[in-house]
């Protein structure tokens, strides 16, 4: 009887050794690409020629960012990210909060169905709006502006906006609510006073999911834009390969500055992610 313990602790060490096992060589395979974008990144052509992209490098070459950064144009095509984020985040989630209110804390026909309706939205495949998209903007008179984004970019974002939101608010008890109409205050004000600073979590979490995809986004950015002034970094980084396909140190360089801000972004907000998403999963 006395075996039987020390067997079950020899055994949960075991799993644990290969979970962790496991967990090392997936990291290792997730870190190994990144690993030769920034080795590569700060090399010489004539390094990477003679040793090869895992070998350390000779000497370090910081102007290649320089050059990819100048000669690239990411100056132009961070601006251009960056406007996106600004105007279209916000919107987003402030559209995607006054839709999620109502479905989560008022009681009205058909508000599961008009629920799954904003859900089926996930399921549409960009490619197949594209052309409707080009032709609405040219009607419009916006195709080929970064303004042509910005409606197909909130419009795609709202499902799943709404369907976190939705699920945050419904964990906020509804007699926090309740107490600030009996003290007079209206819908529009209970919403703002008491709901959304409540919804902190949510709100940060929608931010940051909503920044990087806009950031990474580039079919619809390809497709609506052609001008080279209005490119977004991801239709900016696919120009600079096709330029500098043979200057793999360069081109690196213009990959690492591309993905930096989103990194960054994430390192440093993941813990709200992580608590807006779990939020959302409790029952009220």
């Not at 970019?153 to 906006?161: A, E, T």
């Not at 950015?221 to 200057?247: C, D, H, M, N, Y």
């Amino acid at each position: 009887m006395a075996q039987e313990p020390v067997s079950m602790r020899a055994q949960e060490r075991f799993t644990n050794t290969v979970f962790y096992v496991l967990l090392v060589i997936m990291a290792v395979a997730w870190l190994t690409p990144f690993l030769i974008i920034v080795l590569t990144s700060v090399r010489s052509m004539g390094d990477l020629i003679s040793n090869g992209v895992f070998a350390w490098p000779e000497e370090f070459v910081f102007a290649n960012f320089s050059r990819a950064w100048n000669i690239g144009g990411f100056s132009t095509y961070f601006r251009n990210s960056l406007t996106l984020i600004i105007m279209k985040v916000p919107l987003g989630i402030v559209i995607a909060s006054l839709a999620a209110y109502p479905l989560a804390k008022m009681d009205f026909r058909f508000n599961n169905l008009i629920f799954i309706f904003f859900l089926v939205g996930i399921a549409i495949p960009v490619h197949v709006t594209l052309t409707p998209l080009l032709v609405m903007m040219k009607q419009i008179g916006i195709q080929g502006t970064l303004f042509a984004l910005i409606p197909p970019y909130v419009v795609f974002g709202l499902p799943f906006q709404i369907f976190v939101m939705r699920g945050f608010f419904r964990t906020v008890p509804s007699e926090l609510l309740e107490a600030a109409r009996m003290d007079g205050s209206s819908e529009w004000g209970a919403f703002w006073r008491i709901l959304m600073p409540l919804s902190a979590p949510a709100l940060a979490t929608l931010f940051i999911i909503d920044a990087l995809a806009t950031w990474n986004e580039l079919l619809m950015a390809l497709v609506l834009i052609s001008a080279s002034k209005w490119r977004t970094v991801p239709a900016g980084l696919l120009q600079f390969q096709g330029e500098f396909s043979s200057q793999y140190t360069q081109l690196m360089a213009g990959v690492l500055i591309s993905i930096t801000p989103v990194v960054m972004l994430y390192i440093f907000l993941q813990r709200y992610m992580v608590a807006g998403l779990t939020a959302g999963a409790l029952k009220e």
